[in-house]
């Protein structure tokens, strides 16, 4: 039985370590919904501390001036320069061909090999990746539905059932106050944490993190290559966004959306 059914990973969970994993997890969901526009928010700061607390280089020895200088030319750094984040995305169409050279790089070398474009701890693949269109124009869209899921190892998607309307999907991830225009494809990116947690508990959950860093950095280059814009986006309600795919959030965690267009 190698196509397994994805719940069969649950017989050999440990429920107690699970139940803590999920409890500390749900610690950093974010409810953004209408009903709670003027009551909600990732932090509370305000924006002169704010901007003195972000980019900033950590130095272990501020006071001393001992550093070398790191000489390196920038043809060096070649194809491996990702582009900035897009500030606001303008109503662009991606055909579909394009979509799927998005995910070239995640797809397995051939059909023969379980091994994937990225790295996984213990060759466990706990990150499921779903392709979402936010277009009004769908010309080259394959089908009615507007949510697939990845299968990288034989190079499918999956169609996402009953996601022809993708208003649920457009309020978990598109709400007010945030406004970033409009981007044309939305990449979810979700832990099945089921599927490293049966192997390593605990530490299951911090790979799976990784992961995610890995896959989401390789769409970042693939996306510069294809000439698309892109922004990854963490203001979104976990448990809108399951809904819309039809996932469990007690077994599916969304770590991450890309979004993915042209730009203002
Ligand atoms: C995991 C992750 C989540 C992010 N979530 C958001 C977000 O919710 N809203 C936003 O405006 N930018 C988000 N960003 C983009 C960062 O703000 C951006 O990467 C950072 O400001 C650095 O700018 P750059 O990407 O242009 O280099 C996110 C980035 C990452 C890596």
Known sequence: MKNIPHDYYLRFIDPVAYDEVLDFHTKGNFLIHEAFKDSTALYFLNPKDLACLTGNELHLYPDMQRCLP????KKAQ?????????????????????????MTPL????????????????????????????????QTWPC????????PQTAQFEIIQGSENTDGLRSAILAA???????????????YLPKTFFKYRYRGYRLALMEVGSIYMLIELQAKKLKLRSRLWSAYSDTMLCKAIGLNPTLFLPLCVHFLGGSE
């Not at 790191?70 to 030319?73: I, P, R």
Request: aromatic share 10%; hydrophobic share 35%.
């Open 70 to 73: 790191l000489n390196y030319t």
């Open 107 to 138: 797809i397995s070398k051939s059909k023969k090999t379980y091994k994937r474009g990225y790295p996984s701890g213990g060759a466990l693949y706990p990150i499921e990746v779903f392709v979402c269109s936010l277009m009004q124009d769908h």
């Open 177 to 191: 106050p945030a406004d970033i225009g409009s981007p044309s494809v939305a990449i979810v990116y979700a832990a």
């Open 78 to 102: 070649g194809d491996l320069n990702r582009n900035e984040s897009c500030e606001r995305f303008s109503e662009s169409v991606i055909s579909f061909d394009v979509v799927e050279r998005l």
């Open 144 to 151: 009615p539905e507007k949510i697939l899921h990845l299968l």
